[in-house]
């Protein structure tokens, strides 16, 4: 059934939706941002990493059938969880030293992760090349 034909949502369109409860409060969700004036090391953020998630690449390797390889994975999980809390979903951008022409795009969902160039960083860019609205250029400036 689509969304916008089930009756909750008729109802929200109807009588405004309640922003002060959302699902983030009902399912104890909450979030952060990370800032950092340095980059991260590349072989200590993929070691770090590799102790509790696997690389997109990686992942599609990995036999679907494999149960020894879904014990490994388990536990890769289970050990993060135990020490980190359970992190759902994570994303943005980052730095990484060494690849100081491109922002990273990160990607986590679960127990996989994917960090690719983005684009250039803007302050690699002369202003002309910017593609982006005039509002976003001055707070970019």
Same mark, same amino acid.
């Given at each position: 059934?689509? *969304?916008?034909?089930? @009756?909750?949502?008729?109802?929200?369109?109807?009588? &405004?939706?309640?922003? /002060? #409860?959302?699902?983030?409060?009902? =399912?104890?969700?909450?979030?952060?941002?990370?800032?950092? !004036?340095? @980059?991260? #090391? @590349?072989? !200590?953020?993929?070691?770090?990493?590799?102790?509790?998630?696997?690389?997109?690449?990686? +992942?599609?390797?990995?036999?679907?059938?494999?149960?020894?390889?879904?014990? *490994?994975?388990?536990?890769?999980?289970? &050990?993060?969880?135990?020490? =980190?809390?359970?992190?759902? !979903? /994570?994303?943005?951008?980052? +730095?990484?030293?060494?690849?100081?022409?491109?922002?990273?795009? +990160?990607?986590?969902?679960?127990?996989?992760?994917?960090?690719?160039?983005?684009?250039? +960083?803007?302050?690699?860019?002369?202003?002309?090349?910017?593609?982006?609205?005039?509002?976003?250029?001055?707070?970019?400036?």
């Amino acid at each position: 059934k689509e *969304a916008s034909e089930s @009756p909750g949502w008729l109802v929200s369109l109807k009588d &405004g939706v309640d922003a /002060s #409860h959302g699902e983030a409060d009902e =399912y104890g969700v909450s979030s952060f941002v990370y800032r950092s !004036r340095k @980059p991260f #090391h @590349p072989l !200590r953020l993929h070691a770090f990493l590799k102790q509790f998630v696997c690389f997109t690449d990686e +992942w599609n390797s990995l036999s679907s059938n494999s149960d020894k390889e879904d014990t *490994a994975l388990d536990k890769k999980s289970k &050990g993060f969880e135990k020490k =980190y809390g359970s992190i759902l !979903r /994570s994303k943005g951008t980052c +730095w990484i030293a060494g690849r100081d022409q491109h922002e990273m795009g +990160w990607a986590q969902a679960g127990r996989i992760i994917q960090i690719t160039p983005n684009m250039p +960083w803007y302050c690699k860019t002369p202003p002309d090349e910017w593609d982006c609205e005039e509002e976003e250029r001055e707070t970019i400036e």
